[in-house]
């Protein structure tokens, strides 16, 4: 029972109360009892929180909530009333005009929360599709990078180090008649070509 939701808690009591107006036995008044307290553990359970919920939610709770506290004191100043009362039938039907308002307070606070979740899982559902699209750019994203990435070392450390490998070659031949090998860069590849262009001069 902990779990129902305020708009079955308030039919169950409502049915309770009828039965308990018809023959107020004590399973009947306990049954009541039992109903009301779960109607009352609903609407505490109920979020009420204007920034989480938005202003239309928040407005049909408090509505929700104000209406019950005082379909409350209406509902408990009838059973104070003797069934011989002059206006015990008209204090009767009052609960269950005010039942049945609380009903359809119930009920457009359950459309409302409806009407929120769809929106947010709509939203969430634009977001599942267009993730593929999301993770195919960035998959063409780190493709194109990693051209980029390869294209860079290759200019700028693999050529370098292969031209050095060649005229290193040469040297060994005794041939150094080779032009000096061209330094475009101040990291260590171009200090290892500087150096190796000093070398061959020396030797």
């Not at 109360?17 to 359970?45: D, G, H, K, W």
Request: charged residues 25%.
């Amino acid at each position: 029972r902990k779990g129902r939701t305020v708009q079955d808690a308030l039919a169950a009591e409502t049915k309770a109360f009828s039965r308990m107006v018809r023959e107020p036995s004590q399973e009947n008044t306990e049954e009541y009892q039992t109903a009301c307290e779960i109607t009352e553990a609903s609407l505490a359970e109920l979020p009420f929180d204007y920034e989480k919920i938005g202003e239309d939610r928040y407005a049909r709770t408090w509505n929700l909530k104000q209406g019950y506290a005082g379909y409350q004191q209406q509902r408990d100043a009838f059973w104070q009333l003797p069934e011989t009362a002059p206006d015990y039938v008209d204090a009767m039907y009052e609960v269950m005009g005010a039942q049945d308002y609380l009903a359809e307070y119930a009920l457009r606070l359950t459309q409302a929360t409806l009407e929120q979740q769809n929106l947010i899982y709509k939203e969430r559902a634009l977001f599942l599709k267009r993730l593929p699209w999301l993770y195919a750019g960035l998959l063409a994203a780190s493709v194109v990078l990693m051209a980029v990435v390869i294209r860079l070392l290759r200019s700028t450390v693999v050529a370098p180090l292969l031209r050095l490998v060649q005229a290193s070659r040469s040297i060994a031949q005794n041939d150094f008649s080779g032009e000096d090998l061209p330094v475009r860069t101040s990291d260590e590849v171009g200090q290892l070509t500087r150096t190796f262009n000093q070398m061959k001069h020396a030797m």
